[in-house]
């Protein structure tokens, strides 16, 4: 039976490389982004459906949600680093749009597209949401948008799982080749920094993150719900 997948931020990075983990597996993607001219290329590329959709409209994703009927894969992979705020405003304006924006992008697209496709999710549904490391360590206003997202999922999972319905979030560690470091933070240095962190020696990948996702998504996960799943080398461990 051919799977409905919906991916959220879908057009690039780990979100482009979900969704064509999930189409090589014959399901029936659907790929979502803010803007046709990135939305369109890719869903032609990756020969998915794609739909143009700002995951913090509340508007625009309850018109993303009336596309389907049920739903057997949500991946909330929307978020990111929003642009900076502009430094020559009153500091504390600043302060609170970095911070609005960060809690928009990477923990509001989530709870508003979960919220918005619940009723479309069976038993045997999966809700995977992509987490980050730096809800770990020194991630000022994006970090906490990421803890913040893992609390949430929490509570998601207690909600779904008596309708069979799993809820899981991956916190990814450093992933090379996407576009999160931007005006040449990545440097060198740092780019080697991140790597001896891990204990394998290698950044991720997003192929990793799209496996991940795509395990979650499978039979042998049903058991697997309400977790936080740290896919990041071992640069942070838990016990």
Known sequence: MTRTVLVT???SGIGRAVAARFAAGQA????????ADTVEPAAKELG?????????????VAELAALFGELDVLVN???GLPPAAPD???????????????????????VLTTASVRDRLTS???????????????????????AALAAWNASLSADLGPHGITSNVISAGYIAGTNFFRDGALTDERHTALVEETHNKRP????????TVYFLASPGARHITGQTLHVNGGAFTTR
């Open 124 to 146: 045997g549904s999966s809700v995977i949401s992509i987490g980050s490391i730096g809800a770990e360590r020194r991630g000022g206003s994006y970090g906490a948008a990421k």
């Open 77 to 79: 992979a929307a978020g």
């Open 48 to 60: 998915v459906n794609g739909v143009v959709c700002d995951a913090t409209d509340p508007g625009q």
């Open 28 to 35: 029936e993607v659907f790929i979502t982004g803010r803007h």
């Open 88 to 110: 020559d405003g009153p500091a504390l304006e600043a302060v609170l749009a970095q911070w609005q924006a960060n809690l928009a992008q990477n923990l509001l697209s989530a």
């Open 204 to 211: 991720g990948t997003v192929e990793d993150i799209a496996e």
């Open 9 to 11: 931020g879908g057009t």
